[in-house]
């Protein structure tokens, strides 16, 4: 997709040049349109799982205005505090028949039931006590475990950097997920963004770097073997671990999205399931596979289910005050 912009930049969303082995990949990027004498600036990128943007509100330059939720055809005024010492944005609107007007809104909600879930709890949340926004931080390389990493300091091809990645959730859609160091023995991805099932907050995918696995072709194939594979500790180190082919089983779907044929290193893990409302929630095993620093993928042993996390490149605007705690 190729979005022309009047002059004026804009920052690229999570896009996932990674993942595109299609021939037109290389065209991604900056152009120059030639339009005659105007000219124009045009992005060519990768929509396959764009991340969705909505603004929640906006704050005028006029310090006698007021803040504007949903800015847009149906904006009206709310108001936003900031807790300066735990650095929580409180947002609080007046206007509910406004508010469930936006034009904008009701498309979208045309499109996507859980959407429309969502824009109700949201409403509640900000027409109550105000929805909280909270901070953010989201962890660099220099937190991964100093046992963890190369000699000289680099990070092994074995493991990833902390960040946010975006995975496929079935009917839920994509979600947001923060991958983060526990500690040397486990790396966990919490979500962001989170759905009837497993609310935000929780912990989806936790990945047990002292348990890593290597499975013959054979073994690879076939989803009972993989579930019967009897976890192994070793402490010899993640980067003893030698890059392997990766063969997704016969019984699950292969992802729409390409993916290398081989890995970078597979780890037994934990995934988290639970019924409608969080109900009954348990870890089942999982087997998490390295492709390289911006793609995992996780076989669900139980559900018969292979996913891709990719990495979200976008660059987001850090938090200038780093005060309170971080949401996750
Ligand atoms: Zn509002």
């Known amino acids: 997709m190729a979005k022309e912009y009047g002059g004026e930049l804009e920052a690229a969303r999570g896009s996932r040049e990674d993942t595109v082995l299609h ?46 939720c949903f ?21 609080l609107c007046f206007y509910s028949l406004k ?49 963890l990493l ?10 990833i950097t902390p960040g946010l990645f975006q995975g496929y959730y079935g009917s839920h859609g994509h979600e947001i997920i923060l991958f983060k160091y526990k500690d040397e023995n486990e790396m966990c991805g919490y979500k962001v963004t ?6 935000a907050n929780k912990v989806t995918v936790k990945i047990q770097l002292k348990y890593p696995v290597a499975p013959s072709k054979a073994d690879q194939k076939c989803l009972e073997t993989l579930k019967n594979m009897e976890p192994a500790r070793t402490d010899a180190g993640v980067h003893k671990i030698l890059e392997q082919p990766f ?25 988290q399931v639970a019924s409608e409302w969080y109900q009954n929630p348990s870890f089942t095993p999982v087997q ?26 976008k660059k987001f605007t850090s938090n200038t005050l780093k005060i309170g705690t971080s949401a996750l």
């Open 71 to 91: 800015p847009g055809p149906n904006a009206h005024p709310c108001s936003l505090t900031f807790d300066k010492w735990q650095g929580i944005v409180t947002q």
């Open 194 to 199: 989170g759905d009837v099932n497993v609310y």
């Open 23 to 68: 021939e037109y990949g290389l065209m991604l990027g900056l152009y120059q349109s030639q339009i005659g004498r105007l000219g124009g600036l045009l992005e060519i990128r990768d929509v396959s799982a764009p991340l969705t943007e909505c603004v929640f509100f906006s704050v005028p330059g006029d310090r006698f205005l007021l803040p504007e």
């Open 247 to 271: 063969y997704v089983p016969a019984e699950c779907f292969e992802p729409t999205t390409p993916f290398p044929a081989r890995c970078t290193a597979r780890y037994h893990g934990f995934g």
């Open 288 to 313: 998490v596979v390295i492709f390289n620093n911006d793609l995992l993928g996780v076989l669900w042993l139980e559900m018969s289910l292979f996913r891709l996390y990719s990495r979200i490149k």
């Open 99 to 147: 508010h469930t007007n936006d034009s904008s809104d009701l498309d979208l909600i045309h499109l996507n039931p859980n959407l429309k879930r969502l824009r109700l709890i949201f409403l509640n949340e900000v027409m109550g006590r105000g929805l909280e926004h909270k901070p953010l931080f989201i962890p660099t390389a220099s937190s991964i475990p100093k046992s």
């Open 150 to 159: 190369n000699k000289d300091g680099s990070v092994p091809k074995q493991i």
